[in-house]
Nanobody, 128 residues
Framework: QSPIVESGGGSVQAGGSLRLSCAGS????????IGWFRQAPGQEREGLAC????????NYADSVKDRFTIYRDIPKNTVYLQMNNLKPDDTGTYYC?????????????????????WGQGTQVTVSS
């Protein structure tokens, strides 16, 4: 059973906003690097953002920089992905991931192979 659960997906029009949540289930998330990935139909899963275990470092893919923000709410044991100015190309299934090492400090944008646990995914659809 995964120690993380996503929520918050939905359908919005271009230019709109959504906030995705990655909640810890039995694990304390601030001990680990947390990443967000997106997978569009027929495409590879791509890394969008990661946050280090102390929250001191956050990195983003160029495609979402200045539009998406990853941050922690430690009392709620949750990592959020705030997504603004959404575009149709942002459509896909979004996954939260957890790495047992602090990979967000070691790499600019860790790949999917750097993570050990995944949530079930949440769908985001952006219409034009």
């Amino acid at each position: 059973q995964s120690p993380i659960v996503e929520s918050g997906g939905g359908s919005v029009q271009a230019g709109g906003s959504l906030r995705l949540s990655c909640a810890g289930s039995r694990w304390t998330l601030d001990y680990y690097s947390i990443g967000w990935f997106r997978q569009a139909p027929g495409q590879e899963r791509e890394g969008l953002a990661c946050i280090s275990n102390a929250g001191s470092k956050a990195n983003y893919a160029d495609s979402v920089k200045d539009r998406f923000t990853i941050y922690r709410d430690i009392p709620k044991n949750t990592v959020y992905l705030q997504m603004n100015n959404l575009k149709p190309d942002d459509t896909g299934t979004y996954y939260c991931s957890l790495a047992l090492r602090d990979v967000c400090v070691l790499k600019e944008l860790p790949s999917k192979n750097d993570y050990h646990y995944w949530g079930q995914g949440t769908q985001v659809t952006v219409s034009s």
